[in-house]
């Protein structure tokens, strides 16, 4: 499944918000979902049999602003020869503020990712909930709390945890032992922690090695155990290079990887913002030596765009949205990769400061004097 891109989620944020914000004085909001491969002229059958009974609604108003909504999603579903490849959302009724007032909108909208629920419903709000899953992280952290009495692999998808495995060390605890018998004794104990390691390493390797969406993985455990781990427990150079959080963690069970997520929401948001920062980094490289090969500000960047000549345009969300929407059409036309940049970072906010919102980096040199 593709990523939802920055634009998509701008979009979908703003349609969640407006939607969210709406509420009918009766239930008189009309919300239809329907999934992709859904017969649509069935649909369209369908809604029409619904607007037959709606008539029977007792309230004039409520039934007045009910058929006029059906009237106008079906007439919307008309417009479609068959379901969008992720299906389709409609959100129709009297969005008006007043009593007694009737303004009827709709909006139809179709979602970045497949709609995976078909719904039906009147009521004094839209239903948004499925909508707003698709805005959830779409990536998965690996977990692992370790200890040299055992372990526990899990993962993060969104905001839940799931535990993949529970190990036991099989390694025995403290014990007294003098002369030669405690020289042997700690070597045994060693050979089978290490052996204990190579376990878990192996299996973190069976369920990480190929996992596409992992974006990092988090380590928990007392000192020096979980260190041990990741220097002699033979874990693979590729999940290694995706470690991003090492916390001491008290505890290797389920509760022990929800203290590991606890303690490593700031390192999982700083991931969020690594594809943007050096993104930025090399637009502010390029402002500083090869200064030509920029531009910033909005009307220099709508310019150039209009030139063909940006290779990249970065956006600040805070750029009013007729801006934004219109340096989005400019580059749709020519071919440019576009990157909406956030202001909850020191950063992002350098950048909206410096550029006024809007900065390019330029596929050639251009004169703006011509």
């Given at each position: ?79 479609y020869r068959q379901t969008p490849p992720n299906g389709l959302a409609l959100f129709c009724g009297n969005v008006s503020e007043k009593e007694g007032g009737q303004d009827i909108q709709i909006w139809a909208y179709q ?260």
């Open positions: 499944m593709a990523e939802i891109t920055p634009k998509q989620k701008q979009e979908l944020q703003e349609l969640v918000s407006l939607l969210g914000s709406i509420k009918g004085m009766h239930t008189e909001l009309v919300t239809v979902l329907i999934p992709s491969g859904t017969n649509i002229y069935q649909v369209s059958n369908q809604l029409s049999a619904e607007a037959s009974t709606a008539e029977n609604i007792k309230s004039k108003q409520t039934r007045t602003s009910v058929v006029t909504a059906l009237e106008m999603i079906i007439r919307e579903l008309k417009e979602p970045p990712k497949p709609l995976n629920v078909r719904i039906y419903r009147c009521d004094k709000v839209f239903v948004i909930e499925p909508l707003k899953e698709m805005l959830e992280v779409d990536e998965v952290f690996g977990l692992l709390v370790i200890d040299r009495q055992g372990a526990t692999i899990g993962v993060l998808e969104g905001k839940q945890i799931k535990v993949i495995r529970t190990f036991t060390s099989g390694v025995p605890g403290k014990v007294r032992a003098g002369g030669q018998s405690a020289a042997r004794y700690s070597r045994v104990t060693e050979g089978l922690a290490k052996e204990f390691f190579r376990r878990v390493a192996d299996s973190m390797k069976e369920i990480f090695f190929d996992m596409p969406k992992l974006k990092g993985i988090l380590i928990g455990g007392p000192i020096p155990t979980k260190e041990d781990f990741i220097d002699e427990g033979d874990l693979v150079t590729k999940l290694k290079e995706k470690i991003i959080a090492v916390k001491d963690v008290g505890y290797t069970d389920e509760h022990g990887l929800e203290l590991l997520v606890e303690q490593s929401w700031e390192d999982i948001a700083q991931q969020e913002l690594i594809k943007e920062k050096k993104i930025l980094t090399t637009f502010f490289e390029a402002l500083g030596k090869k200064k030509e090969k920029t531009v910033y500000g909005f009307e220099k960047t709508k310019a150039a765009l209009e030139r063909g000549a940006v290779e990249l345009l970065l956006i600040s969300d805070k750029l009013p949205k007729d801006q934004i929407k219109l340096l989005e059409a400019l580059a749709l036309l020519s071919g440019t990769e576009v990157v909406i940049i956030g202001t909850e970072n020191q950063d992002g906010d350098q950048f909206l400061n410096l550029t006024k919102g809007a900065g390019a980096i330029l596929r050639f040199q251009i004169d703006f004097d011509q």
